[in-house]
């Protein structure tokens, strides 16, 4: 039997055998398979021994679970369902009566559940992070700001919390601090290519321009080399080339701002923004006509879409 493991962006699969040492294939494969794992008594999560050691930085015995704050167990296997139906704690169930709310679109009300969820478990580290992107879908970045802080204090290897913490402090013009925030992320997980992208263009807009092109650069070469992780909308590569055409553009470099458009536009959705960006650069290069094309294809796209 294979279970997902849920630390986050971690690709191996937990084999869980009735062979005395684990499934022989499991173990020959380390970097796929965890023979060792220990599974949250409340919420249901499994981790593998390495998101644990990442988890507790230490061993992963007396460690809680970074998702609720339930307690772990290495015992605990197959009882999982009968558990939930049993007796779920009042807070997860809080917590998951949230997540549907948020599914239906109805995220006050889900703010609210996690208000709940949080109120009795203060260690939730997941109904914070839920509660920060509820807050961030409704325009509030300031509470969202407050929640994501949350997160991180109980869990700081939380990247994808940092993630959104520089989303929301963006969002209140905090752009310094934002850099710092994504600066953080990249060094604890310097494969999530979200946060490098996220860099780039604050440190592009604080008119950053060389730091800003080394991120990006950065996050291009982890995608040519399938070394990127967590890029939920397949188009990482294309953002980072876009992001870093407008960096050239930014240092007057028109012709290698014009290759890095070319090369997002050509792997990436049809983009307004992008054409006429191409457009720009293309008459500052004095290559007027294709200007002219480019910014018809840019007002095309704008129609359409
Ligand atoms: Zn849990
Ligand atoms: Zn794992």
């Not at 939380?158 to 601090?177: D, I, M, Q, S």
């Not at 650069?281 to 290559?287: H, S, Y």
Request: hydrophobic content about 40%; charged content about 25%.
């Amino acid at each position: 039997m294979l279970l997902a493991c849920a630390g986050w962006s971690c690709p191996r699969l937990i084999s869980v055998s009735a062979v005395s040492g684990g499934n022989p294939v499991a173990r020959e494969d380390p970097e796929g398979f965890a023979t060792r794992f220990m599974t949250c008594e409340d919420c249901g999560h499994h981790f593998c021994d390495r998101c644990l050691g990442r988890i507790s930085g230490q061993q992963p015995e007396g460690v809680h679970c970074v998702r609720c704050g339930g307690p772990l167990s290495t015992r605990y296997r197959f009882r999982y369902h009968e558990a939930v139906s049993a007796s779920v704690p009042e807070a997860i169930r809080h917590y998951e009566q949230a997540l549907t709310l948020v599914d239906e679109g109805r995220r006050e009300e889900a703010v609210r559940e996690l208000d709940r969820a949080v109120l009795l478990r203060p260690a939730f580290a997941a109904a914070y992070y839920e509660r920060g992107v509820a807050l961030r879908h409704l325009d509030r970045p300031a509470e969202a700001v407050t929640a994501f802080e949350a997160v991180l204090r109980l869990d700081p290897g939380n990247v994808e919390a940092r993630f959104e913490l520089g989303g929301a402090l963006r969002r209140l013009g905090r752009l310094p601090e934002a850099a710092h925030v994504y600066r953080e992320a990249a060094r604890i997980e310097p494969r999530y290519t979200s946060t490098l992208i996220n860099l780039g263009i604050t440190l592009n807009e604080l008119n950053r321009w060389e730091e800003a092109l080394e991120v990006f650069e950065e996050a291009i070469r982890l995608h040519a080399e399938f070394r990127a992780i967590g890029d939920a909308t397949g188009y990482g590569a294309s953002v980072a080339q876009a992001g870093k055409g407008a960096t050239l553009t930014n240092l007057g470099r028109y012709a290698e701002a014009l290759a890095a458009i070319d090369a997002s536009i050509s792997s990436g959705p049809d983009d307004p923004l992008k054409c006429a960006n191409r457009a720009y650069v293309l008459k500052r290069l004095g290559r007027l006509e294709e200007a002219r094309l480019a910014a018809q294809v840019a007002e095309e796209i704008r129609r359409r879409t």
